[in-house]
């Protein structure tokens, strides 16, 4: 069985690593090798944003030796979830042309986090999986977009290119804006090719969006409440 290696992500400086950033350069290997499970698990002591942009690129991965991050449970408890607080972990990027959190490696799991994007000038992006994507799983996240300026555009969660992944679920997450006052906003947008590809998305809460979902490409996606 594989060992579970958690380290933890404080942007206040009491933990393993002050952004999700760091832990993914100190943290990326081959887990197959390895025989572990990498967690982060993300908390704001102090209520301070983690504002550097995260890729997580060049891992090796199956579905017994994933990644998952997630928001601390503590936190959690004390201050809710399903409401954005500034005094929970939150990863936030507040200039346009960024993704927040980019993925090209597969078997990740996000739990319980708190993403936001702002786009003042162009557009920008909250988390986008690209490439080799099989068993990527978004559970109980808030996905917020500000995106107020006419012209401009938000994607909160951008699904691959260029590939026929499987076993895509996202569940239970919300995404929102503060208005469609912007020019577009986007919640779940799949771009994968190849009707091979599936997007399973059950019990997600969208609000302000203006498309909350979009294939296109052949891949379905299936929606339930």
Known sequence: MATTITKIVDPDGTGDYTSLSNWEAGRQGDLTTLDTVEQAKCTSSGGTADTTACTIDGWTTDSSHYIKIYGDPAQIATYGN?????????????????????????????????????????????????????????????????????????????????????????????????????????GIQSQYSGAAAHVYVYNNTFKNIDYPLVSESTCPIESKK
């Open 82 to 186: 399903g409401e954005w607080s500034t005094s929970k972990y939150r990863l936030h990027m507040s200039t346009s042309n960024q993704y927040a959190l980019t993925s090209t490696s597969g078997n990740i799991k996000l739990t319980d986090l708190q993403i936001r994007v702002d786009c003042p000038n162009n557009y920008t992006t909250s988390v986008c999986f690209y490439d080799q994507q099989d068993n990527i799983e978004l559970l109980r996240c808030l996905f917020y977009a500000n995106c107020n300026a006419s012209g401009k555009y938000a994607n909160l969660a951008i699904l691959g290119f260029y590939n026929t992944p499987t076993n895509i679920k996202i569940q239970s997450c919300i995404f929102y804006s503060d208005s469609l006052s912007g020019d577009r906003t986007y």
